[in-house]
C-alpha cells in the first residue's frame, strides 16, 4: 500500500470539507450519527467531525451519536482494534467532547450467525442466498439510528463513503437524489438525511490526512490501524445499512465465517505475517463451505416444503458446534457466548432435542452456560411446553413430567437397564394422562 507523506500541511478538499461540516454542524439542531467502522475513510470522516466539536468547544451542544457494528464474527484482531478504539473515543469524549456518545451495535443473541447457522440449521451464507447482511449488520445498525431518528424527529447520516472507492458506487451517489445542501434522504432510513462529506476524497488523499493528522484527537496513533491495512493488503468493511453496500462479503475486512467469498484473503493476510493462531479460523470457514455442499447434512426439504437443500439437520448441526467448541479451545478465544448457546437450544428442542445436548456439548467443553434472561432454560421450556401443550390439546403438566423423566431421571440410556425403565416411566405418565382425561369427560 503506497503511504507518503505530502509536503503540504492540507489537501484542497481537507479545507472545503472542513467548512462544509462547520457550515451544515451551524445550520440546526439536528443529531448527527457518524457510521464508523474502525476503516481508514470513517476514521478520516470521524477525525474532523471530532476536531469541530473540540474547536466549538461550549457552542457544541449537538448530539453527535457514533455507531459501530459489531457482528460478533468480526475477525478477531479486527474487533479488538475497534473494541479499543471505541473505548479510547468514549473516554476521551466524556470529558472533552460530551455531546458525543458511542453505540457499539450487536444483533440480538435470536439473530447473530450462529443462531441462525446452527441453531435454525440456515446454511453458511452464499452470494444468492446472502441472509446475514441483513441480520447481523444492517438491523441492528438501522434499529439504533431509526430509534435517534424518532427521538428527535429527524438526523443528519454521516457516512464515510467515497466515489473513489468503485465506479459502482461512484454512479450510485450520482444517481440519489440530493437536496439543495447535497443531501439525500436515506432511501429505506425514515427520516434520515445522508451527508457523505468526504466523497470527493482520493484514497491518497484519506491516507495522507491520516498520517499527518496522527494521533487522532481522542488520543490514539493510527498505527494499530495501518499495521491491520498492511496485514491485511488493503480493504476495508465499512458499516453496511443497506445491502447496496457491495463491500459486505468482498474480499475486505469482514466476518471470518464469511462463505460468500471465495477466499478470505484479508484473514489469510493476518495469518502469513504473524497471526498464525488464527487459522483454525480460516480452517473452520472453508470446513462449513465444504459442509454445505454435503447432501447428507442437510434436509432434503426446504423450510417452504419445497424438495431440495433444506437447513442443517439437527446432527450436523451437533457436528458444527462441536467443531466450534474445538476451535474455541485451540484458539482461547470464546466464539459463541451464553445467550447464543441458550437461543441455540431453544431451537433445537422445537426440533425434538429433549436432552439438553448444546448445553451439554458446552458443558463438555469447559463452558458453563448460565441460566436466566430472556433465553434461560426456564423461559425457553416453559415457552415450549405451552405451544406443544396447545398443539397436542394436553395438560402442560404431563409434558413437563415426560421432560422431567428424560431430562433428570435418565439424562442418559448407557447405565444397564435404563432404557425398559424409561419405557416403563412413560407408559405410565401416558396411562394416567389418558385416565385423568377420560375422568374430565365423563358426563
Ligand atoms: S461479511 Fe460475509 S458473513 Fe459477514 S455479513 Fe457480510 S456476507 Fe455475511
Same mark, same amino acid.
Given at each position: 500500500m503506497?503511504?507518503r ?6 489537501? #484542497? =478538499? ?7 461540516l462547520?457550515?451544515e ?6 443529531p @448527527? ?9 470513517s ?7 471530532y476536531?469541530?466539536?473540540?474547536e466549538?468547544?461550549?457552542r457544541?451542544?449537538? %448530539?453527535?451519536?457514533?455507531?459501530? #457494528?459489531d !457482528? ?14 471505541l473505548?479510547?473515543?468514549?473516554l476521551h469524549?466524556r ?12 444483533p ?6 450462529w !443462531?441462525n447457522?446452527i441453531?435454525?440449521?440456515y446454511?453458511?451464507p452464499?452470494?444468492?442466498? $446472502? @441472509?446475514?447482511t ?14 435517534i431518528?424518532k427521538r428527535y ?7 464515510g463513503?467515497r ?7 461512484s454512479?450510485?451517489?450520482e444517481?440519489?437524489e ?17 451527508f457523505?462529506?468526504?466523497a470527493?476524497?482520493? =484514497?491518497?488523499?484519506? @491516507? ?8 487522532a484527537?481522542?488520543?490514539t496513533r493510527?498505527?494499530d490501524?495501518?499495521e ?9 468493511c465499512?458499516?453496511?445499512?443497506d445491502l =447496496? !453496500?457491495p ?12 462463505t460468500?467469498v ?10 502469513a505475517?504473524g497471526?498464525? @493462531?488464527m ?8 470446513t462449513?463451505?465444504v ?7 442437510r434436509e ?9 437443500p ?15 467448541f474445538q476451535?474455541?479451545?485451540e484458539?482461547r ?26 448445553? $451439554?456439548?458446552?458443558? $463438555?467443553?469447559?463452558r ?5 434472561g ?11 411446553i405451552?405451544?406443544?401443550a396447545?398443539e ?9 413430567e415426560?421432560l422431567y423423566?428424560?431430562?433428570?431421571k435418565y %439424562?442418559?440410556?448407557?447405565q444397564?437397564?435404563a432404557r425398559?425403565?424409561? =419405557?416403563?416411566d ?18
Open positions: 503506497l503511504f507523506i505530502s509536503d503540504v500541511t492540507t489537501n #484542497s =478538499n481537507e479545507s472545503a470539507t472542513h467548512a462544509r462547520r457550515d454542524y451551524l445550520r440546526d439542531d439536528r @448527527w450519527v457518524v457510521a464508523y467502522s474502525g476503516g481508514k475513510d476514521t478520516a470522516l470521524l477525525q474532523q467531525v476536531k469541530l466539536v473540540l466549538l468547544g461550549s457544541a451542544g449537538k %448530539p453527535i451519536h457514533i455507531i459501530a #457494528s !457482528t460478533k464474527v468480526e475477525a478477531p484482531i479486527v474487533e479488538d482494534y475497534l473494541a479499543a478504539s473505548s479510547a473515543i468514549e469524549a470529558e472533552h467532547a460530551p455531546s458525543i456518545s458511542v453505540h457499539h451495535v450487536q440480538e443473541p435470536d439473530q447473530t450467525f !443462531t447457522l441453531g435454525r440449521g446454511p453458511p452464499t452470494r444468492s442466498f $446472502r @441472509w446475514c441483513t441480520k447481523i449488520k444492517i438491523r441492528p445498525a438501522r434499529r439504533i439510528i431509526e430509534d431518528a424527529g429527524s438526523v443528519l447520516l454521516l457516512l463513503t466515489s473513489a472507492e468503485s465506479s459502482s458506487r454512479q450510485r451517489m444517481a440519489r440530493t437536496n439543495d445542501r447535497g443531501l439525500n434522504p436515506h432511501h429505506e432510513i425514515p427520516n434520515a438525511l445522508v457523505t462529506p468526504i470527493e476524497w482520493s =484514497n491518497d488523499e484519506v @491516507w495522507d490526512y491520516l498520517f499527518r493528522n496522527n494521533p484527537p481522542w488520543g493510527h498505527d490501524m495501518l491491520l491495512y498492511r496485514q491485511a493488503n488493503g480493504g476495508e465499512p458499516v453496511v445499512l =447496496n !453496500t463491500s459486505c462479503g468482498g474480499s475486505r475486512f469482514g466476518c471470518w465465517t464469511c460468500v471465495r477466499q478470505d484473503r484479508s484473514m489469510q493476510g493476518f495469518i505475517t497471526d498464525e @493462531w487459522r483454525p479460523l480460516a480452517e473452520f470457514r472453508d462449513l463451505k459442509w454445505r455442499e454435503r447432501p447428507e447434512m432434503s426439504k426446504r423450510r417452504s416444503g419445497e424438495i431440495g433444506g437447513p442443517f439437520t439437527l446432527a450436523a448441526r451437533q457436528q458444527i458446534l462441536e467443531a466450534l476451535v474455541e479451545s484458539v478465544r470464546k466464539l459463541i457466548d451464553d445467550e447464543e448457546l441458550q437461543c441455540i437450544q431453544y431451537h433445537w428442542q422445537r426440533e425434538g432435542d429433549a436432552t439438553q445436548s448444546a448445553l $451439554r456439548l458446552a458443558k $463438555r467443553y469447559g458453563i452456560v448460565s441460566e436466566g430472556q433465553f434461560s432454560m426456564d423461559n425457553l421450556n416453559r415457552e415450549l405451552a405451544e406443544l396447545s397436542y390439546e394436553i395438560q402442560e403438566a404431563w409434558i413437563e415426560l423423566l428424560v431430562d433428570q %439424562p442418559t440410556l448407557a444397564r437397564g425398559p425403565a424409561l =419405557n416403563e412413560v407408559r405410565f405418565v401416558v396411562e394416567k394422562a389418558v385416565q385423568q382425561e377420560d375422568i374430565a369427560a365423563a358426563p
